[in-house]
């Protein structure tokens, strides 16, 4: 059992949970990831470690409301538990010798670029960050990533919150400027993450992504988190989540993700109606 330290709402559908989990803090990395049950009938899920603290034994993880899992997740409370806390499991981010990067977030995706930006931070690279959102009320971790940037730029695409655009807009206007990076980190949509690789292709930047398909057992005997790179079939868990994004089939990956939508959204909408049904009992 993995007691909730403290539970903070980011925003209407995103939530922070910081967990106390000392062996996973012990030897967590960015890059990697937990797999967590909420109960003994829940379904195992990833979420990717969005910060850890080794002397307090905590581990960090951001969510957003979007299925079954996470939304039973979301209204578990400071003081509870979750039953089941596995990792820290994947492979830890390895950037090789970089002078100046830029670390990119979409959307949620800003959770898992955030332990990214603060490493290269702390190994004394200079970090531009870029951080977007499809409007204002949606922006998370902006004063953390502040802190472990160089230079922060924040996009939103209805113009609501700084900048006007998507983030490969405001990546293409860096590169444009003269700005010479060794390394680009892009983590987010799919789509997203294939626009920002193509463009990074295009100037010969080293480029890596994150990759969150379906998981199940975290091992890589499953099979369910295969994804193709370079030609090859590789699988997210074991292999990853990091992965060249000049040599990710995105077009796959997209297609995959979207196989069991309906399974999911039946999976919802049966929970939504419990619900109700003890709100009305």
């Given at each position: 059992?993995?007691?909730?330290?403290?539970?903070?709402?980011?925003?209407?559908?995103?939530?922070?949970?910081?967990?106390?989990a000392?062996f996973?803090?012990?030897?967590a990395?960015?890059?990697?990831f937990?797999i967590l049950?909420?109960?003994?009938?829940g379904?195992?899920?990833p979420?990717t470690?969005?910060?850890y603290d080794?002397?307090?034994g905590?581990?960090?993880?951001?969510?957003?409301e979007?299925?079954?899992?996470?939304?039973?997740?979301?209204?578990?409370?400071?003081?509870?538990?979750i039953?089941?806390?596995?990792?820290?499991l994947?492979?830890a981010?390895?950037?090789?010798?970089?002078?100046?990067?830029a670390?990119?977030?979409?959307?949620?995706?800003?959770?898992?670029?955030?332990?990214q930006?603060?490493?290269?931070?702390?190994?004394?690279?200079?970090?531009?960050?870029i951080?977007g959102?499809?409007?204002?009320?949606?922006?998370?971790?902006?004063?953390e990533m502040?802190?472990?940037?160089?230079?922060?730029?924040?996009a939103?695409?209805?113009g609501s919150?700084?900048i006007?655009?998507?983030?490969?807009?405001v990546?293409?206007?860096?590169?444009?400027?003269?700005?010479?990076y060794?390394?680009?980190?892009a983590?987010?949509?799919?789509?997203?993450?294939k626009?920002?690789?193509n463009?990074?292709?295009e100037h010969?930047?080293?480029?890596?992504?994150?990759?969150?398909?379906?998981?199940i057992?975290?091992?890589?005997?499953?099979g369910?988190?295969?994804?193709?790179v370079?030609?090859?079939?590789?699988?997210?868990?074991v292999?990853?989540?990091?992965?060249?994004?000049?040599?990710?089939?995105?077009?796959?990956?997209?297609?995959r993700?979207a196989?069991y939508?309906?399974?999911?959204?039946?999976s919802?909408?049966e929970?939504?109606?419990?619900?109700?049904?003890?709100n009305?009992?």
């Amino acid at each position: 059992m993995y007691r909730i330290v403290k539970k903070k709402v980011l925003n209407p559908d995103v939530k922070l949970m910081v967990v106390d989990a000392p062996f996973v803090a012990r030897k967590a990395e960015p890059g990697q990831f937990v797999i967590l049950r909420v109960n003994e009938n829940g379904e195992r899920i990833p979420l990717t470690i969005a910060d850890y603290d080794r002397e307090e034994g905590t581990v960090t993880i951001i969510f957003q409301e979007v299925g079954k899992t996470t939304k039973l997740l979301g209204t578990l409370e400071e003081g509870e538990y979750i039953l089941d806390f596995v990792g820290p499991l994947g492979k830890a981010s390895h950037f090789g010798e970089v002078k100046k990067a830029a670390v990119i977030g979409g959307g949620l995706g800003t959770a898992i670029a955030y332990p990214q930006a603060k490493k290269l931070h702390s190994l004394g690279v200079s970090v531009d960050t870029i951080i977007g959102f499809r409007n204002k009320d949606l922006v998370i971790l902006e004063e953390e990533m502040r802190k472990v940037s160089d230079r922060l730029f924040v996009a939103t695409d209805d113009g609501s919150y700084r900048i006007r655009g998507f983030v490969s807009d405001v990546l293409k206007k860096l590169i444009e400027e003269g700005n010479r990076y060794d390394l680009v980190v892009a983590i987010g949509p799919l789509v997203m993450m294939k626009v920002v690789s193509n463009l990074t292709k295009e100037h010969g930047i080293k480029t890596i992504v994150s990759m969150n398909p379906i998981m199940i057992d975290g091992t890589g005997m499953c099979g369910g988190c295969r994804v193709t790179v370079g030609g090859k079939t590789m699988f997210a868990c074991v292999d990853g989540p990091d992965f060249d994004g000049h040599e990710v089939d995105f077009d796959e990956a997209i297609r995959r993700q979207a196989m069991y939508k309906a399974e999911e959204k039946q999976s919802l909408e049966e929970h939504e109606c419990k619900l109700e049904g003890l709100n009305n009992g």
